[in-house]
């Protein structure tokens, strides 16, 4: 608690009032549209915020996102700014072993120094939970950490910021870095290769989570979405309503909640975006 509260006077010293409510309420807003709560939190207790999520299934074992609280026994209130910008960007911890790469820090590497500040900012002022962090189930031989080294030679990008961050982007730009890196859409909507990184030469064309199929988002008109219009996609986005008039369930109920709170500009980006990205023509339903 000293230890928390100690960090937290830090931050007060070194940034003014407002601006760091600036930063905080930024903050929130990044942590929102990324859906940390659907891994980090779990449905069987979700008052306790981003405490530890419940299991996500993949061929490679099944994982539980960790406690992202401050708790400096349980959490990640011993970390440093530093710890968080290295585990966002490369997959690593502070103590220098490597995350899994359930955790997407491939998309989050592209993310700017000054969106990680805020969102930084935004997880010290969460309430405190100590809860250990439940222990992965990985099938052998995926649970050695030192074979990611490997992994990220493969499927990890330069730690470069995109340059939709900067308030001189382009929608074009600006639509890019939410969908990429923000909400990382290509986690789940990109298919995956036999090692697990994504298969970049189909990119959004529909993929696989926990034995569910992920729907193609790219431009194609028959698998993909290419006759949605924009009142289409921004109903999508703003409350979850499909072109049928059906609404979407699962995790990508989850994934609206943090699309709906899109501002209008960013929202309006990120359809800019989606029309940009060409067809693919890939039937993921073909797979079974």
């Known amino acids: 608690m000293a230890v928390a509260a100690l960090r937290w006077l830090v931050v007060i010293l070194i940034f003014p009032t407002a601006a760091l409510a600036d930063a905080v309420n930024r903050g929130q807003y990044l942590f929102t549209i990324a859906g940390c709560t659907n891994c980090h ?3 069987k207790d979700a008052a306790a ?43 690593q911890r502070p103590d220098g072993s ?36 439940t222990a992965h ?78 729907p193609n988002i790219t431009a194609d008109n028959e698998h993909g979405i290419g006759e949605w219009s924009t009142d289409d996609l921004t109903m999508l986005l703003s409350i979850g309503m499909l072109p049928d008039g059906d609404f979407v369930g699962g995790s990508m109920g989850h994934v609206v909640d943090g699309t709906s709170a899109l501002t209008a500009a960013d929202q309006a980006a990120l359809i800019s975006y989606i029309r940009t990205v060409p067809a693919k023509r890939h039937d993921i339903a073909k797979r079974k």
């Not at 993949?58 to 440093?80: H, K, L, Q, R």
């Not at 995350?99 to 000054?114: G, I, L």
């Not at 990890?156 to 730009?173: I, K, N």
């Open 41 to 43: 939190t779990s449905a």
């Open 49 to 91: 915020t981003v405490a530890g999520g419940d299991a996500l299934k993949t061929p490679f074992g099944t994982f539980y996102g960790p406690n992202i609280t401050p708790d400096p026994a349980t959490g990640i209130g011993t970390w440093s700014l530093a710890d968080f910008k290295r585990a966002m960007r490369r997959g």
């Open 98 to 133: 490597l995350y899994f790469p359930v955790f997407p820090y491939t998309s989050y590497s592209a993310m700017s120094d000054q969106d990680l500040d805020h969102l930084w900012r935004y997880l010290q002022t969460l309430p405190a939970v100590n809860k250990p962090s």
């Open 137 to 214: 189930q990985i099938r052998w031989p995926f649970g050695w950490r030192g074979s990611m080294r490997f992994w990220n030679w493969l499927y990890l990008p330069a730690a470069v910021e995109h340059p939709g961050a900067d308030v001189t982007a382009t929608a074009v730009e600006r639509g890019q870095y939410i969908a990429d890196h923000l909400a990382h859409c290509g986690e789940c909507h990109t298919p995956r290769t036999i090692l697990g990184g994504r298969d970049l030469d189909r990119y959004w064309a529909g993929g696989v989570v926990e034995g569910d199929d992920v």
